[in-house]
């Protein structure tokens, strides 16, 4: 059994399983198609709109060093700081595993018949 068609059997059950539970992942129609290329696309834009939100973050630590910015009471501005640099710490993770899934597609439908 080749290795793509062993990754199909293995995930495309957890796949439709868990579709209801999670909003994240690839859409299940392309895994159940075994479209790589529609899977290149959605793990390239994945990784665009995750690296977004890690720009986002960062700009909302320039916001927060900012003497002028006052935090709610409840949250210090150390707080919110490490929040963010947590946050960018596992975006820019999960964008560069999307571009590792998009490089493995990529290859996969190279190797298509």
């Keep these: 059994m080749t290795r793509a068609v062993f990754l199909h059997v293995l995930l495309a059950p957890i796949l439709i399983i868990t579709q209801g539970c999670t909003s994240s992942g690839p859409p299940t129609d392309l895994v159940i198609r075994n479209d790589h290329r529609g899977l290149v696309q959605w793990y390239e834009q994945e990784g665009v709109r995750l690296r977004s939100k890690t720009d986002d973050c960062r700009q909302k630590i320039h916001q927060y060093e ?8 409840k949250e210090t501005k150390q707080q919110l700081i490490a929040e963010c640099n947590s946050i ?3 975006n820019a993770h999960a964008a560069e595993e999307a571009d590792a899934l998009a490089q493995f597609h990529r290859q996969a439908d190279k190797g298509a018949p």
């Design 66 to 73: 900012d003497p002028l910015f006052q935090p709610a009471p």
């Design 88 to 90: 960018i710490k596992y």
